[in-house]
Structure formats: structure tokens, C-alpha cells
């Protein structure tokens, strides 16, 4: 088959795949989420799986099903190897599952998983691209200090000793086992108290929950790999290493997990997805070579746009419409986990307000921007989509953390220890302002807002601001609304009113109803009721001074 021939086929199957889709999502009305329709991204993983012996697809841990696709595994089994391969054909390849950064997640979180994917028949590994980045970088950093340690001890030697202090290190730097080129030689202690920081005892540790290392898991590729003698070229030779495909959707740390396996920054990475555009051959060692694979969304029926954002498919920064997923990450996150994360007093509707007692979107990001300072051009109102974009990015980080459960498990339950530990970590932290105004602007809210009971049979008890400033009001001694009554003058400002006497025939009685016989009281106004004029000087009237 000439070239010319192959770009004719993909083209047509590619055209026909998407005219099904979109014929399917018209007749059934499914939703279809937004998928990759560059024909030539999908090339670069036709490439990728054709070269591949043992295909990887790499999930995100916080939701593994939502990055899994069933459709490529079924595609692994199926596809053919390069023209002249002998032997392709269903079952030779095989497809594993990565799940990339597990330390996000508790080790009952781990167990519950793999308890899911044994039930399903699944071949996984739980892995941390920046556990095992951060623990190079460890063991790099120790290895230049103690070299600079040796290297200014050696300084301070007496100088006729030199030589022979010289000859001495050099033997034990050639006895001395190379820990840059080979990390097994390094304690494997150090790794399960690394990765297992908090996780059990290492003898009550289930198997299955463990982070792999960096060595464990090359030691995995070639254990689980398929026979490479089935993989004859034209020439009848098998090939000489395994190439192992890394493919997966945008931002799950595919480029990540190979700079890890290396040891230094070999792959480009960037936390927008889409970084990588064409797949790259990297020898990883004698044995193994990897191939890197651009990121791409697969179509799914039944999500929407707002979760690719949260999942960190779709770019935060090219983000029109934030309302969903704000809307999304505030069911997802609960109140007093944000409250204690940002050090802020979001406003909660009541029923008597319009709202339902839970945590709005719209509320939240102007809690945000008025802590932070975010202000539009203008009035100076608070900028909510600024803030949806610095907050949409600590959730996709991991700052602002939510786990997916396995099928039949709770949300709430799976991340109850995870919102715990967020709020253990967060105690102590100093709030923010809840307004830029002054505490007499209409506008103010104070911050010490009491909480609402979520689960109360009587929803509407007065617990929003403009009840509570009524309250205020009512119950204050001087206020407007006040139940006592009381003057408001200049001179007998705030004193209590029981009566008028503004009139003589009403100071016939006193306060408390009793005749008063012993003062000459006035008759009432009408009754020789006198005018007094008031008397004039003269004037000059400043003739004569011209």
C-alpha cells in the first residue's frame, strides 16, 4: 500500500466515524462532549500504537473512569503492526492502566480502587510522576552536599598529606557504587518511607495500594510485557527492546512520568493540556523504549463541558463561561472546607432570601475577588471571572482536592477522611475582609456571619443579613425600628418617651395617670391665648455718608 493510498483510507474512515457520531447524536439526543477532530493528532496515535508493543494508558487518580477509555483497549487488542510485522493480530498486544498521581489519594481510597478494578479484570499500578521527580531531586541534592562536604574537608587537610589523602578517595570513589546511574543500589527503605508517609505499617500494607518507584515500575513494564518474539519484522528478527506507548487524555502526566523515568527534563511539559504535539522515541535503557503520545479527548456520551474543565482537559485560561464549573466546584467542595482553604465568609442564601441554604457559585467568587482585590474596570465591582480562573486552577492542581468514588460507593464517605485532613491543614488561618467598604456603607457585611443549619426542620430562621439587621434594629435601644420608644432631638436625644406633653392640658396628669392638684396647670390653647410682637429698634438707614 503506497502512501498516497493510506492518507486516501484514513481520511474516508475518519469522515465516516465522525458523520456516525453526529448522525447518532441527532437521532438519540446524547450529549456529546467536546473530542479531538484534528484527523492529524489521531494519526500520531495510530503511529503511536502500531509501534507499540505494550500500550499504557495513563488515568488521573482523583477520577480514573472519566480518563479510561474502553474503546482504545478494545483498539490495542485489534490493530496491526507496521507493514511486514508478522504475526499481528487480536490478542498480541496488551494494555495496561496507570494511575498517575495516587499520592493524592488516602490508602483506603487506593484499597477501594484496586478492590474495583480486580472485580473488572483490569491490569493497573498506582504511580507518582512528582513523588518520584521530587525524589531524585532529594537524592540529587544530598549527593552534591556531601561532595561539597568531602571536597572542603579535603581543603583543610595538612597539604604534605594531600597526595596521599588524594589516592585514598580516589579508591573509594571506585569502590563506591555509582547511585547516579544505577537507583537500585539505593536503599529500597527509602522509598516505602517516601511514598508510604501515611500510609499503614509496611507489614499490614496491602500489595496492591503501593507507589510504585521508578525502578519498580520499569521492573513492571517488563513483567507484564508481551512476548517479543511475536513481533517479527519482514526479516523474521524480533526487536531488540520493548516499546512501551504512553497514550491518554491532555494534563494526566504523560510527559511528566517519562521525565521521571529518566531522571532529568528530557520531555517538555506544561500544566495547559496540549503541550506535546507529536509523539517522541525516548531509550529509556537497554531494554526499554518509550514513546510518547500527544494528548487527546476521546468522545463520551453523558458529561459536560464543566467537568473537562475541572478534570483539566479543556484550558483553563481560554475559559469563557465559568459558571458551570464554579457551579460544579462548589457542590463538589464542601463550605467549610473553601471557608478554611482561602481564610474567607461566604455568604449563604436562606429561604427568605431566595436561595436554598447552600453555597452559590456567584457568591463564593465575590467572597474571592473581595479578599484578593479583584475588581473590574469601572465601579470597582468584584471580578468573578478572574477569580473562577485562579480557583478552577487549585482545584485542578490538586490544591482544592475531590476524589471520584468507585461505582457504589458514596461521595461524601470517600472524601471524608480527604476534607478532614484539608481542614487539619488549614486551621489557624487569619479571614479575610469580606467587603472593601466601611462599616457604616449600606453595603456592609460583617464577617462573623453565624452558620446555618443544614439540616433544620424550621429552614427560614432569620439567619440572612437583612434579618439580621432588622433584629438589630429592633432589639437596639436607639436604633429606628427600636420596641422602646425614645426622642430623637438635639437636646433630649435618646431619652425614653412614655407620653406628649407638648401641650399644657397634657401635663394634667403624670406618668403614671395621677392628678396633679399642687401646680397651677394651663388652660388649653385658645383660651387667652396672647401674641407677643417683637419689639424693634431703629435703624439708620446710612444717608448722608456718601
Known amino acids: 500500500m503506497t502512501a498516497e493510498e493510506l492518507d486516501k483510507q484514513e481520511k474516508a474512515a475518519f469522515l465516516d466515524w465522525r458523520r456516525g457520531l453526529a448522525q447518532l447524536q441527532e437521532e438519540e439526543k446524547f450529549l456529546l462532549t467536546p473530542f479531538e477532530r484534528n484527523l492529524e493528532v489521531w494519526r500520531q496515535l495510530w503511529r503511536v500504537l502500531e509501534r507499540s508493543q505494550l500500550v499504557v494508558q495513563i488515568v488521573d487518580a482523583r477520577n480514573p473512569l472519566r480518563f479510561r477509555c474502553e474503546d482504545l483497549e478494545n483498539y490495542v487488542r485489534d490493530v496491526e503492526g507496521p507493514e511486514g510485522e508478522s504475526g499481528t493480530g487480536k490478542g498480541i498486544r496488551k494494555s495496561l492502566l496507570l494511575i498517575n498521581k495516587s499520592d493524592l489519594l488516602t490508602v483506603q481510597q487506593r484499597r477501594l480502587w484496586a478492590d474495583y478494578f480486580d472485580s473488572q479484570g483490569i491490569q493497573y499500578t498506582f504511580?507518582?510522576?512528582?513523588?518520584?521527580?521530587?525524589?531524585?531531586?532529594?537524592?540529587?541534592?544530598?549527593?552534591?552536599?556531601?561532595?561539597?562536604?568531602?571536597?572542603?574537608?579535603?581543603?583543610?587537610?595538612?597539604?604534605?598529606?594531600?597526595?596521599?589523602?588524594?589516592?585514598?578517595?580516589?579508591?573509594?570513589?571506585?569502590?563506591?557504587?555509582?547511585?547516579?546511574?544505577?537507583?537500585?543500589?539505593?536503599?529500597?527503605?527509602?522509598?516505602?518511607?517516601?511514598?508510604?508517609?501515611?500510609?499503614?505499617?509496611?507489614?499490614?500494607?496491602?500489595?496492591?495500594?503501593?507507589?510504585?518507584?521508578?525502578?519498580?515500575?520499569?521492573?513492571?513494564?517488563?513483567?507484564?510485557?508481551?512476548?517479543?518474539?511475536?513481533?517479527?519484522?519482514?526479516?523474521?528478527?524480533?526487536p531488540s527492546k520493548l516499546t512501551v506507548g504512553l497514550v491518554g487524555y491532555p494534563n494526566v502526566g504523560?510527559?511528566?512520568?517519562?521525565?521521571?523515568?529518566?531522571?532529568?527534563?528530557?520531555?517538555?511539559?506544561?500544566?495547559?493540556?496540549?503541550?506535546?504535539?507529536?509523539?517522541?522515541?525516548?531509550?529509556?535503557?537497554?531494554?526499554?523504549?518509550?514513546?510518547?503520545?500527544?494528548?487527546?479527548?476521546?468522545?463520551?456520551?453523558?458529561?459536560?463541558k464543566a467537568e473537562l474543565v475541572c478534570d483539566g482537559v479543556l484550558p483553563i485560561d481560554q475559559l469563557r463561561e465559568y459558571t458551570g464549573p464554579a457551579t460544579l466546584l462548589v457542590q463538589r467542595i464542601p463550605k467549610e472546607v473553601l471557608e478554611a482553604t482561602y481564610g474567607l465568609s461566604i455568604k449563604v442564601s436562606g429561604i427568605e432570601e431566595g436561595g436554598?441554604?447552600?453555597?452559590?457559585?456567584?457568591?463564593?467568587?465575590?467572597?474571592?475577588?473581595?479578599?484578593?482585590?479583584?475588581?473590574?474596570?469601572?465601579?470597582?465591582?468584584?471580578?468573578e471571572a478572574r477569580s473562577a480562573r485562579y480557583v478552577l486552577k487549585d482545584y485542578v492542581n490538586g490544591k482544592l482536592l475531590y476524589c471520584h468514588s468507585p461505582p457504589g460507593i458514596p461521595e461524601d464517605e470517600f472524601n471524608q477522611a480527604t476534607n478532614e485532613g484539608a481542614l487539619l491543614r488549614s486551621s489557624g488561618k487569619k479571614r479575610a475582609p469580606v467587603t472593601r467598604v466601611g462599616k457604616g456603607a449600606d453595603t456592609f457585611v460583617a464577617a462573623n456571619t453565624p452558620e446555618v443549619p443544614s439540616r433544620s426542620i424550621l429552614l427560614a430562621q432569620g439567619h440572612g443579613p437583612k434579618s439580621r439587621a432588622i433584629d438589630h434594629d429592633f432589639f437596639e435601644h436607639n436604633a429606628t425600628l427600636s420596641s422602646r420608644a425614645f426622642i430623637q432631638s438635639s437636646l433630649r436625644h435618646g431619652e425614653a418617651f412614655s407620653r406628649p406633653t407638648s401641650y399644657p392640658h397634657q401635663n394634667a396628669v403624670a406618668n403614671d395617670g395621677t392628678l396633679l392638684k399642687s401646680r397651677n396647670i394651663a388652660s388649653v390653647p385658645g383660651d387667652g391665648k396672647k401674641h407677643y410682637k417683637i419689639r424693634r429698634t431703629k435703624q439708620r438707614s446710612g444717608r448722608g455718608y456718601d
Do not use: M
Open 127 to 238: 504511580f507518582s510522576a512528582a513523588n518520584a521527580t521530587a525524589l531524585q531531586e532529594a537524592r540529587r541534592d544530598a549527593l552534591l552536599a556531601a561532595q561539597s562536604q568531602t571536597t572542603a574537608s579535603n581543603e583543610d587537610v595538612d597539604p604534605q598529606r594531600n597526595d596521599s589523602s588524594d589516592e585514598e578517595t580516589d579508591a573509594e570513589l571506585e569502590d563506591a557504587p555509582d547511585n547516579d546511574s544505577d537507583e537500585d543500589s539505593l536503599p529500597e527503605d527509602d522509598d516505602e518511607a517516601y511514598f508510604s508517609a501515611e500510609d499503614e505499617e509496611p507489614k499490614l500494607q496491602d500489595p496492591r495500594t503501593k507507589i510504585l518507584s521508578v525502578p519498580e515500575l520499569e521492573e513492571w513494564f517488563l513483567s507484564v510485557a508481551p512476548d517479543l518474539s511475536a513481533f517479527n519484522d519482514a526479516s523474521g528478527k524480533p
Open 254 to 304: 504523560k510527559s511528566s512520568t517519562i521525565n521521571s523515568l529518566l531522571g532529568e527534563k528530557k520531555v517538555s511539559v506544561s500544566s495547559t493540556p496540549g503541550k506535546t504535539k507529536h509523539f517522541q522515541t525516548i531509550h529509556l535503557s537497554d531494554s526499554i523504549v518509550l514513546c510518547d503520545c500527544p494528548g487527546l479527548v476521546f468522545p463520551q456520551f453523558a458529561t459536560t
Open 356 to 383: 436554598d441554604g447552600k453555597v452559590r457559585a456567584d457568591n463564593f467568587l465575590i467572597a474571592y475577588a473581595i479578599a484578593r482585590g479583584y475588581t473590574r474596570s469601572g465601579q470597582g465591582n468584584p471580578d
